[in-house]
């Protein structure tokens, strides 16, 4: 299941203006302005649910997935992400097998404790 609820992210960006003497003074002097890329946004996903996500160009479509897959930190609202005992063991045994047959390598971040040892040889720490 996913869970989002009441998330936001904003962005400070340098305003840019058009002309060499503004360009000329933007780099002694800035100026920033707020982008909120998202506000409040809110959603539930169930266990095996599809579900398309869609909406214009800057909508916060890449906001929202890099906030879900931890990339990013939202400014407010604790988005879950989580898989049932179930769905966690078949992840855990396709990953295992992707790596046997095809040898690929796999680095995996987790805080999950029980998957770092069911899954890896060893640990990095940093």
């Known amino acids: 299941m996913i869970t989002m609820c009441g998330i936001s992210k904003a962005f400070r960006v340098a305003k840019r203006e058009?002309?060499?003497?503004?360009?000329?003074k933007a780099l002694f002097s800035r100026e920033y302005?707020?982008?909120h890329a998202l506000r409040g946004v809110s959603f539930t996903i169930g266990d095996g649910?599809?579900?398309?996500y869609i909406g214009p160009n800057g909508a916060g479509k890449s906001t929202t997935l890099k906030i879900m897959c931890g990339v990013l930190?939202?400014?407010?609202g604790e988005p879950t992400i989580g898989l049932d005992a179930v769905s966690k063991i078949a992840?855990?045994?396709f990953i295992k097998k992707l790596n046997a047959e095809?040898?690929?390598t796999v680095?995996?971040?987790?805080h999950d404790m029980q998957d770092i040892e069911?899954?890896?040889?060893?640990?990095?720490?940093i």
Not at 73 to 76: E, F, L, Q, V, W
Not at 107 to 110: A, E, M
């Open 18 to 24: 058009a002309g060499f003497v503004k360009a000329v």
């Open 33 to 35: 302005e707020t982008i």
């Open 49 to 52: 649910e599809m579900v398309g």
């Open 73 to 76: 930190a939202p400014d407010s």
């Open 91 to 93: 992840v855990r045994q």
């Open 102 to 104: 095809r040898g690929t």
């Open 107 to 110: 680095i995996l971040t987790t």
């Open 118 to 125: 069911a899954l890896t040889g060893r640990v990095l720490l």
